[in-house]
């Protein structure tokens, strides 16, 4: 069965330090994952997925499959970073779902 | 483009009472998904429609839950009766196919209280 694990509920970090957010997955197949945000008042949106490769924000995440992890980094971090993200996993196949994890509320401090 | 609009925002009702949401996905979008999200946890996919049939509905309690999207278009989806732990936000969102772009758009929820 699939699952997607971040380890950490709260995350803090000052202005302009580094920030990690660590998601680990279990996929039997080849995953694809993403990292979704929702910022204090509004939806749930889209951050990146990893098959774009590509850095939204100043955030990058790269797929470790021996690790099975997508960790979500950021070299400064700003304080309009503050949001809860959470990461998800999408079932290859017809169906295409997604199974969130349970999400990292990130707070930047001044 | 307008976005996945939602109603109610809020609900409170008792336990054993019914109660009902509306999603009206983008224009065009064919898919539609469901999902609860319950205080501390990521979303949970309820049920997922393509245009107006059904996907998945494996994680859906049928003895109480029940959608429709009987034109492709808006969905409903109805608990009866419901129960304490179905408190939660209740988030619809939509893409323009299961293949090709299939980015979920989400709407801002409906966030309901069962007391």
């Known amino acids: 069965a699939q699952r997607v694990t971040q380890p950490e509920k709260l995350l803090s970090v000052f202005k302009g330090a580094p920030v990690e957010l660590k998601c680990n997955y279990s996929y039997s197949g080849s995953p694809e994952l993403f990292w979704y945000v929702q910022y204090s008042r509004q939806r749930l949106q889209l951050l990146l997925r990893?098959?774009s490769r590509e850095s939204i924000k100043g955030f990058t995440a790269d797929l470790n499959k021996g690790e099975t992890s997508f960790h979500l980094k950021k070299p400064f971090a700003q304080e309009e970073d503050s949001a809860m993200y959470y990461c998800a996993l999408h079932h290859t196949g017809s169906a295409r779902q997604l199974t969130f994890g349970s999400g990292t509320q990130l707070t930047v401090l001044p | 483009e307008a976005g996945v609009a939602q109603s109610p925002r809020y609900k409170i009702i008792e336990k054993r009472q019914s109660v009902a949401f509306w999603c009206n996905p983008i224009?065009?979008?064919?898919?539609l998904y469901w999902y609860q999200q319950i205080l501390g946890q990521g979303p949970k996919l309820l049920i997922q429609f393509q245009n107006n049939g059904v996907v998945d509905d494996s994680q859906l309690p049928k003895d109480r839950f029940s959608a429709e999207r009987l034109k492709g278009v808006d969905s409903t989806l109805k608990i009866q009766p419901a129960k304490l732990e179905d408190s939660a936000v209740y988030l619809c969102?939509?893409?323009?196919?299961?293949?090709?772009?299939?980015?979920?758009?989400f709407g801002p929820g409906t966030r309901l209280t069962v007391t």
């Open positions: 224009s065009g979008h064919a898919t």
């Open positions: 969102a939509s893409s323009l196919d299961i293949t090709g772009d299939y980015e979920q758009y």
């Open positions: 990893h098959i």
